[in-house]
T-cell receptor
Framework: AQSVTQLDSHVSVSEGTPVLLRCNYSSSYSPSLFWYVQHPNKGLQLLLKYTSAATLVKGINGFEAEFKKSETSFHLTKPSAHMSDAAEYFCVVSGTDKLIFGTGTRLQVFP | NAGVTQTPKFQVLKTGQSMTLQCAQDMNHEYMSWYRQDPGMGLRLIHYSVGAGITDQGEVPNGYNVSRSTTEDFPLRLLSAAPSQTSVYFC?????????????FGEGSRLTVL
């Protein structure tokens, strides 16, 4: 069965410093992996996706993630945080006809 | 550009009442789904549909009913509301299956059951 574990429920950074949101996955086959973002009182929006092409995936708003099969990880990074990045982020793995969501990481950005 | 539209945005019910959350998409997507979001639990799949006339259960289907008579609409019915169904509900759709496709989400329906 497929699953994802987001290792931090909350992450706080200062504006202009790097962001790292950690995600480990479990899958019985080569998975598709996604990061979604949810701003307050909004629906979710796709940030980036990995579907067995390049292992380093670039997304919107300067975010990127690297698929590491040996570590079963798909961590999300951004070199320099912006105040508008404050949101909840979900790591997601594909299952059969469904997406399986992690429990989310809330990112706070301080000025 | 409407995308995925959910109604109502807010609803308060009493225990035992029934109601329907509406979901409509105008992107001609075959795949539609309903999730509930609860604090600390991420999103959990309730029901999904891979096309008109086809529905299937997700992770937490009990107490909910769905139908898919058209490509555009995918209503979620609460048969007899319980306080445990207090949650934020999201409808999402995708052009193809979820393996490589992007899910498009509505803005959510916040339900409180007293």
């Amino acid at each position: 069965a497929q699953s994802v574990t987001q290792l931090d429920s909350h992450v706080s950074v200062s504006e202009g410093t790097p962001v790292l949101l950690r995600c480990n996955y479990s899958s019985s086959y080569s998975p598709s992996l996604f990061w979604y973002v949810q701003h307050p009182n909004k629906g979710l929006q796709l940030l980036l996706k990995y579907t067995s092409a390049a292992t380093l995936v670039k997304g919107i708003n300067g975010f990127e993630a690297e698929f590491k099969k040996s570590e079963t990880s798909f961590h999300l990074t951004k070199p320099s945080a912006h105040m508008s990045d404050a949101a909840e982020y979900f790591c997601v793995v594909s299952g059969t006809d469904k997406l399986i969501f992690g429990t989310g990481t809330r990112l706070q950005v301080f000025p | 550009n409407a995308g995925v539209t959910q109604t109502p945005k807010f609803q308060v019910l009493k225990t035992g009442q029934s109601m329907t959350l509406q979901c409509a998409q105008d992107m001609n997507h075959e795949y539609m789904s309903w999730y509930r979001q609860d604090p600390g639990m991420g999103l959990r799949l309730i029901h999904y549909s891979v096309g008109a006339g086809i529905t299937d259960q997700g992770e937490v289907p009990n107490g909910y009913n769905v139908s898919r008579s058209t490509t555009e609409d995918f209503p979620l019915r609460l048969l007899s509301a319980a306080p445990s169904q207090t949650s934020v509900y999201f409808c999402a759709s995708s052009l193809v299956n979820t393996d490589t496709g992007e899910l498009f989400f509505g803005e959510g329906s916040r339900l409180t059951v007293l």
